[in-house]
């Protein structure tokens, strides 16, 4: 099982809202595909970086921070978990994905114990 994590420039959105239009057919082409194929688990969008909060433990002391976890010009904007074959399948189904084509999907293997 593999969990394919969107990341997406934020602002992209707000400059071109018909990218958000042309996103959405093409995602739901992709959803139509794997849940055919057997292999899309689940998926969702996340919310803007705006609405994160960052929780982290320091000597004891839990600190908030309101924001994701890093500075970076993509930010994580969702998720699937597919469950396929191998990391080949992996890659091919994220290649898919239109979010390849607007920023990155990190493929990342579950680790199951």
């Known amino acids: 099982m593999y969990l394919l994590i969107h990341a997406v420039d934020e602002t992209l959105f707000d400059e071109r809202p018909d990218v958000d239009e042309d996103a959405a057919k093409r995602l739901a082409a992709w959803i139509e595909e ?6 899309l688990v689940h998926g969702d969008r996340l919310r803007p970086t ?10 004891g002391d839990v600190v908030v921070v309101d924001g994701p976890f890093a500075e970076t010009k993509e930010q994580i904007t969702g998720y699937d978990l597919i469950e396929c074959a191998d990391l080949d399948e992996a890659i091919e189904i994220a290649s898919k994905h239109p979010t390849a084509g607007m ?3 990190e493929v990342r293997p579950l680790w199951f114990q």
Not at 34 to 39: A, I, N, Q, T
Not at 50 to 59: E, F, L, W, Y
Request: hydrophobic share 40%.
């Open 34 to 39: 794997m849940v055919g194929r057997g292999v």
């Open 50 to 59: 705006a609405d994160a909060t960052t929780v982290s433990v320091t000597s």
């Open 103 to 105: 920023g990155t999907i």
